[in-house]
């Protein structure tokens, strides 16, 4: 066991387990998150560490197609629910968090559809390939890919 289990019925958790290719979009994520990481704070994240774990599929988990991303906004944002388009759902949601808490960008320019919402075209979500796509690091530790 890598960690103690936590969120297990939380949304975006069961929404992971649905598939593999939901799994695989999660764990492109989840490396994508590493880079930015390294990025801004030029330090490598331990959670990376993980990372030759979590390139096999778990057993529990079907293989099956990408499923509509679940948006988990709370009972108090369910008007953003956006199904054709999550991103900007999402985008609109983090907007609402401006009063809450203090959102910084190091290292890249505020977002555009953060400053400037008008300026923003809908955006449109992309299937992930059949093997990961991020790093070499995925490929290699996948051998291939088990997806």
């Not at 999660?26 to 990025?39: G, M, N, P, S, T």
């Not at 300026?119 to 490929?139: G, H, I």
Request: hydrophobic content about 35%.
């Amino acid at each position: 066991m890598l960690y103690k289990v936590a969120h297990l019925n939380h949304p975006c958790t069961v929404w992971t387990r649905t598939s593999n290719l939901n799994y695989q979009w999660h764990l492109i994520h989840f490396v994508a998150l590493v880079d930015e990481y390294k990025f801004r704070y030029g330090k490598y994240h331990k959670t990376m560490d993980l990372l030759p774990h979590l390139v096999k599929l778990p057993k529990n988990i079907e293989k099956g197609p990408l499923t509509p991303f679940v948006q988990a906004f709370g009972e108090q944002n369910q008007h953003l629910l956006n199904d054709s388009d999550p991103i900007q759902a999402y985008r609109e949601f983090y907007k609402t968090k401006k009063e809450s808490f203090e959102m910084k960008w190091s290292k890249r320019p505020v977002p555009l559809w953060f400053k400037d919402p008008v300026a923003v075209k809908p955006t449109k979500v992309k299937k992930p390939r059949k093997a990961p796509v991020k790093t070499q690091v995925v490929e290699e530790i996948s051998d291939g890919g088990t997806f």
